[in-house]
């Protein structure tokens, strides 16, 4: 299994443009979720998905949107790109039972200029 | 709302030294821990998580965490650190998101292990 896999691994974006963030998990996992880690405020939690056409907020969504139209997949959005979204995203996927623990992808490093 | 505290920033120590990094979390039910180590340009990895049972918890590498419910604290040690532990950890506690599981992560800020030769 090659687990949970990000692209791109760095991009660097003007503000304005958009872009979408790929994740895919190959483990039949039934929940994903998005992160964005920023220096010293360790992850937050952006979106998650609880299964194929299912998505919710999480703490930070404002600027992103998400789908999930497949068990596998789960990109992110970005619309119209700002400085404030440069970050390092991760997806995260889990089987689903609050005993279980989130595996990671690499993450995605992003600048906005 | 649940919340993890971690209150060092950055610890430096000696290799073979002992190490001891501390986490408080807020959290009104019974809660699931979880310590995770980040290498430098990595995802995270999984160390060790607690759900009940022996407060004891053994993971990988090494490592164990202690959890004192008395306390509100999950404490990651490790009796002799290697130059290889050099990383960022984060401790996270998990809430259910719907009946029939799921969870829901809620990280500390982290601390950053700088080992010393």
């Not at chain 2, 040690?77 to 719907?98: G, N, Q």
């Amino acid at each position: 299994n090659a687990g949970v896999t990000q692209t791109p691994k760095f991009r660097i974006l003007k503000i304005g443009q958009s872009m979408t963030l790929q994740c895919t998990q190959d483990m039949n996992h039934n929940y994903m979720y998005w992160y964005r880690q920023d220096p010293g405020m360790g992850l937050k939690l952006i979106y998650y998905s609880v299964g194929a056409g299912i998505t919710d907020k999480g703490e930070v969504p404002n600027g992103y949107n998400v789908s999930r139209s497949t068990t596998e997949d789960f990109p992110l959005r970005l619309e119209l790109a700002a400085p404030s979204q440069t970050s390092v995203y991760f997806c995260a996927s889990i089987h689903g039972t609050v005993y279980n623990e989130q595996f990671f992808g690499p993450g995605t490093r992003l600048t906005v200029l | 709302a649940q919340s993890v505290t971690q209150p060092d920033i950055h610890i430096t120590v000696s290799e073979g030294a002992s190490l001891e990094l501390r986490c408080n979390y807020s959290y009104g039910a019974t809660p699931y821990l979880f310590w995770y180590v980040q290498s430098p340009g990595q995802g995270l990895q999984l160390l060790l998580k607690y759900f009940s049972g022996d407060t004891l918890v053994q993971g990988i590498k090494g490592f164990e965490a202690e959890f004192k419910r008395s306390q509100s604290s999950f404490n990651l040690r490790k009796p002799s650190v290697h130059w290889s532990d050099a990383a960022e950890y984060f401790c996270a506690v998990a809430t259910s998101i719907l009946t029939g599981g799921g969870n829901k992560l809620t990280f500390g800020t982290g601390t950053q292990l700088k080992v010393e030769l």
